[in-house]
């Protein structure tokens, strides 16, 4: 079972990018897909989550980043925009067996994808 998070990389201030979360053996009208940060001496942050019934994010990106997903695909996206220092950290896919999506606590989450890393930094 995997979930494979890509997309990050280094991004001026006031940037975007798009992370993927490729989820192939999930079917996302029954799991929640989370992303998840994680920056060095930093606990680990749940940022947004999508599922049949809706969507979260977390208040430090809301109106900045969204998430959506394909069924079809199973992929889930994470668009990031007006990116700023304090995004800077390792994002990671997450996925729950549960119809309305949450992001804490972090271990409802079973399964979990590699990290990708993402910089905001001139």
């Known amino acids: 079972v995997q979930l494979q998070a890509s997309g990050g990389g280094l991004v001026q201030p006031g940037g975007s990018l798009r992370l993927s979360c490729a989820a192939s053996?999930?079917?996302?009208?029954?799991?929640?897909i989370g992303w998840f940060r994680q920056a060095p001496g930093k606990e680990r942050e749940g940022v947004s989550c999508?599922?049949?019934?809706?969507?979260y994010y977390a208040d430090s990106v809301k109106g900045r980043f969204t998430i959506s997903k394909d069924n079809a695909e199973r992929t889930v996206w994470l668009q990031m925009d007006k990116l700023n220092a304090d995004d800077t950290a390792v994002y990671y896919c997450?996925?729950?067996?549960?119809?309305?999506?949450?992001?804490?606590?972090?271990?409802?989450?079973?399964?979990w994808g590699q990290g990708t890393q993402v910089t905001v930094s001139s």
């Open positions: 999508v599922s049949r019934n809706g969507a």
């Open positions: 053996e999930f079917n996302l009208d029954l799991y929640s």
């Open positions: 997450a996925a729950e067996l549960r119809p309305t999506c949450r992001v804490n606590p972090a271990s409802l989450y079973d399964y």
